[in-house]
């Protein structure tokens, strides 16, 4: 648009000098504006004016088809005091070409001539701001775009310009791209140019080019998973899919659905299984099924029974005003030795669950903690208030889940002691907020006192 603008300006600057130059000379025929070529973009409006003081005659032509005389419609004619003004409401590319303005004035026949060019603005029509691509497959971006004059384009790949590869090529504005690879997602901009003498116009089109391609796992697929009867089992399979896979799981040929002991969670690339196992026929093979629209991939998770990890047995170390102290240590004795099949997999203990409460709450509303396992360290329990008798218990987990609790122990926590020598961990602040109060409260006091003698 800027070199119309121009275009205009420097039109005016010139009529202006015209003008006064070529009255004083008694010329009689001129235009305003004055330029001889003018650049308008199709469907805008435009009017030049043919001025012509005291001529008998005055009419517009278009050169090659004839005189112009409607005096309303797309392309009409407007007799003005001193001239006549042509005018074009909307502009359409085949109004391009030369148009002269002739008069006769004192029997004598004068012309004034202009050239219009007529552009198209750069538009994008119906490129697509998102478009797939499969895996494996060539694929050309499309940037449709449209302009006059001719445009070019060149091609942004992740805030980047395209670099020259053999891999891509621009044909038509089309990006096109060979056996496109995952990496080949992400943001483009086609960037179209349209310039010439009278033109210079850019604009820009963000394309986001998406990969399809078949389920695939992620590298840490687990190919077993370990529970014990009366536990509950969490089974993941992880696809990563575009579009996102639907996941099935199945178990001696038939889908498992939803129920009191199975129950599921979808999300795009990912399901987990997790089974309440009431019996010995839970155990077994279970197939993950990831399916999209390029392709099926299935995988086995092999559910084995485990030992239930038994009870640890700890002490309740030291107590502080908000936390206790404890020392966990693993049972010799494995709970189900007895039975052939939890013994196959005495499993390693790999933390512990801590639960505590005041003994006037249910269990189901005491508070957890979980630990991983740290042979010989202490193990601190936080969140307690001082002063207050706690039941706490602890309970084992290996890899087939938690174990029984062991039996409750109740101890009190320490209470807060007002003393001036911070002793104990958490009570300093406490002690250094009530001294500083003091002091203020001293200070006060002694101001008061002071206003008053
Ligand atoms: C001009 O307007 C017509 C009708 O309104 C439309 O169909 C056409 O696409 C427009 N052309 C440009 C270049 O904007
Ligand atoms: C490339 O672009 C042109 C016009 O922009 C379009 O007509 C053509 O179909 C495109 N080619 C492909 C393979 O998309
Ligand atoms: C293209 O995307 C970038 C980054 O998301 C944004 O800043 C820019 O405004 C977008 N351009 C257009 C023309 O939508
Ligand atoms: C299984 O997963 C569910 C949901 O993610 C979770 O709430 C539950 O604690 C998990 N159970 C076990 C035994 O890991
Ligand atoms: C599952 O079905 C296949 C073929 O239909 C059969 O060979 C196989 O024995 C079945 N497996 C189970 C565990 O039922």
């Keep these: 648009m800027f070199p119309i603008g121009c275009t205009f300006a420097l039109s005016w600057i010139l009529l202006a000098g015209l003008t006064s130059g070529e009255q004083s000379a008694g010329a009689s025929i001129w235009l305003a504006p004055s330029n001889p070529t003018v650049a308008v973009f199709a469907n805008q409006s435009y009017f030049v004016s043919c001025k012509a003081p005291g001529a008998e005659k005055i009419v517009w032509t278009k050169v090659g088809e004839g005189d112009i005389t409607p005096t309303s419609g797309k392309i009409h004619v407007e007799e003005k005091e001193d001239g006549m003004d042509l005018v074009f409401e909307t502009i359409r590319k085949k109004n391009q070409g030369d148009y002269s303005c002739r008069a006769i004035i004192r029997g004598q026949e004068v012309e004034k001539k202009i050239t219009l060019s007529v ?10 701001s998102v478009q797939y691509a499969t895996e494996g497959l060539d694929f050309t971006i499309r940037c449709d775009v449209g302009g006059d004059p001719v445009v070019t384009t060149t091609w942004k790949v992740r805030g980047r310009s395209l670099r020259p590869s053999p891999r891509h090529k621009v044909i038509d504005n089309n990006l096109s791209i060979k056996e496109v690879t995952l990496d080949d997602g992400g943001l483009y901009v086609c960037r179209a140019t349209q310039s010439n003498p009278m033109i210079a116009d850019f604009r820009e089109m963000n394309i986001t080019l998406k990969i399809q391609h078949e389920p695939r796992w992620f590298k840490d697929h687990t190919k077993e998973a370990y529970g014990f009867i009366g536990g509950t089992v969490n089974m993941t399979c992880s696809a990563v899919a575009e579009p996102g896979a639907d996941f099935i799981w199945i178990k001696d040929n038939r889908t498992l659905h939803p129920s009191d002991d199975v129950q599921i969670f979808n999300s795009d690339h990912h399901s987990s299984l997790q089974l309440y196992i009431y019996d010995e026929s839970v155990f077994g093979d279970y197939e993950c099924r990831a399916t999209n629209m390029l392709g099926t991939m299935a995988r086995v998770i092999v559910l084995e029974q485990a030992t239930k990890p038994a009870a640890p047995t700890f002490k309740i170390k030291i107590t502080h005003p908000d936390s206790f102290v404890l020392e966990i240590e693993d049972s010799d004795v494995v709970s189900d030795r007895g039975q052939d099949a939890a013994a196959r997999n005495p499993m390693d203990v790999t933390g512990y669950v801590v639960q505590f409460k005041q003994p006037s709450l249910e269990w189901s509303r005491a508070q957890e903690k979980e630990f991983e396992r740290m042979p010989s360290q202490p193990y601190r329990v936080t969140g307690m ?7 706490v218990r602890v309970a084992a987990r ?12 109740v101890e009190k926590t320490k209470k807060i002691v007002a003393a001036a020598v911070p002793v104990l961990n958490s009570a300093p602040a406490q002690h250094l907020v009530l001294c500083h109060s003091l002091l203020t409260l001293l200070i006060a006091a002694l101001a008061s006192a002071n206003i008053y003698i």
Aim: hydrophobic share 30%.
């Design 119 to 128: 552009f198209k603005p750069l538009s994008f029509g119906e490129t697509a």
């Design 385 to 391: 208030q001082q002063d207050t008798s706690y039941e």
């Design 398 to 409: 290996t890899a087939a889940g938690t174990g029984d609790f062991t039996d409750v122990q």
